[in-house]
């Protein structure tokens, strides 16, 4: 089983649509939506939920009332402002505000405040017309989305070996961060999207070094090329010079916007030129797949 991520470096580079192109294009795999702070690809993909279950990240403080005092201790060392005392006596905790560090639980004198589970999202397993799909929902300000990637990796996986299916195709969250990081652990081809413009090859060129870090091959597509060849070559040569190869160099069409906004994978687009270089860039993934 090989696992591909398909990463940017930054947002709006068409990351999501090239996972989706991916969709279609490769029949035996498991899809897996691992951008859990703002998940879309479900949105191509139309998935029927089959099973869903809670994903608790973090613990945050909980008051028991009847043991509270309301000395103010804890209201006193909460540094994030999480903690009220709305009437004389009274203790209450924001669980928005509330960061899980837990001193509130150390310093009170009559153990009123205990750390309890804390739903911070939700994952799911799907079905769609592109076979299985996982995917999450981290919710409103919670953090350790690293987490619930690695939960998602871990369900989509545990699905491959059930069935038998030879890839796992990740969609990736942008930026270097620890959900990337996540993401990438592990995995046999990171799939790099960019844009021809400044800040995408910049950040192109900050999450390949990740890659690189983790020892993790890189490939690169190069998205709405068109859009500013000087740039594009740019692109090019400085993967030509790292030696990483450009799988695809996909043109901007109002057509793909279109298909997009259908809710339609990308080489569904009606337009032969870019589904013949989705398909070539899936020949040329799987020659840097078994060339490992």
């Not at 001193?103 to 079905?127: E, Q």
């Not at 990637?149 to 069935?163: D, L, P, Q, T």
């Not at 990483?244 to 687009?269: M, T, W």
Request: hydrophobic share 40%; proline share 5%; net charge negative.
């Amino acid at each position: 089983m090989k696992q591909i991520v398909v990463i940017s470096g930054k947002g709006g580079t068409g990351k999501t649509v090239v996972s989706g192109a991916l969709a279609s294009v490769v029949k035996e795999k498991v899809m897996a939506d691992c951008d859990v702070d703002a998940a879309n690809l479900h949105l191509l993909l139309n998935p029927k939920i089959l099973e869903e279950g809670i994903y608790t990240g973090s613990k945050k403080a909980e008051v028991n009332p009847e043991l509270c005092t309301g000395c103010g201790i804890c209201l006193d060392v909460c540094r994030f402002d999480a903690i009220e005392r709305p009437e004389e006596g009274t203790i209450r905790i924001d669980e928005i505000s509330c960061e899980g560090c837990a001193i509130c639980s150390y310093v009170c004198p009559v153990g009123a405040i205990s750390m309890k589970d804390n739903i911070s999202g939700r994952w799911f397993v799907s079905s769609t017309d592109y076979g299985p799909f996982v995917h999450a929902r981290l919710g409103v300000g919670e953090e350790n989305s690293g987490k619930l990637v690695s939960e998602v990796r871990k369900k989509a996986k545990e699905i491959a070996e059930k069935n038998n299916l030879p890839y796992v195709i990740i969609d990736g969250p942008p930026g270097i961060g620890c959900p990337v990081i996540a993401s990438l652990s592990g995995v046999d081809l990171a799939l790099i999207v960019t844009e021809p413009t400044v800040s995408g090859i910049h950040d192109m060129e900050r999450v390949i070094q990740v890659a690189k870090h983790f020892g993790i091959k890189a490939a690169c597509v190069l998205n709405k090329f068109d859009l500013n060849i000087h740039k594009a070559a740019e692109a090019e040569n400085w993967c030509r010079t790292n030696s990483i190869p450009v799988v695809a160099r996909i043109p901007f069409s109002e057509d793909v916007v279109k298909a997009v906004a259908r809710g339609e994978p990308l080489n569904e687009a009606r337009e032969p030129a870019i589904s013949a270089e989705i398909k070539k860039m899936w020949q040329k993934i799987q020659e840097i797949l078994e060339s490992k």
